[in-house]
Nanobody, 121 residues
Framework: QVQLVESGGGLVQAGGSLRLSCAAS????????MGWYRQAPGKQRELVAAITSGLSTNYVDFVKGRFTISRDNAKNTVYLQMNSLKPEDTAVYYC???????????????WGQGTQVTVSS
């Protein structure tokens, strides 16, 4: 069974930094794109950043220049380095990955359980 496990959330003051990690484990044949989403109270879940297996990256405008997504393919892990954090970055951050499970012909989207990031002013 495939699962994504996130870590690294917490409470930080405005202007501070946090690094999120998300490790995929289980019977995995291959991983395509991986990404980070976030959901603030009362709002829809939104994409923050994504990275392909070839390490091409994509960011939404509100995090460009502040957040950096990276991945270690050998460890099936994706990271999100968040700098210059703002109170409006407060949300639950979710990891997402498109994975081909071992023994399957179908790619599937998997989600982590979410990690809370709170930025105080």
């Amino acid at each position: 069974q495939v699962q994504l496990v996130e870590s690294g959330g917490g409470l930080v003051q405005a202007g501070g930094s946090l690094r999120l990690s998300c490790a995929a484990s289980g019977s995995i044949l291959s991983i395509d794109a991986m990404g980070w989403y976030r959901q603030a109270p009362g709002k829809q879940r939104e994409l923050v950043a994504a990275i392909t297996s070839g390490l091409s990256t994509n960011y939404v405008d509100f995090v460009k220049g502040r957040f950096t997504i990276s991945r270690d393919n050998a460890k099936n892990t994706v990271y999100l380095q968040m700098n210059s954090l703002k109170p409006e970055d407060t949300a639950v951050y979710y990891c997402n990955a498109r994975i081909l499970p071992s023994g399957s012909s179908w790619w599937r989207d998997y989600w982590g359980q979410g990690t809370q990031v709170t930025v105080s002013s």
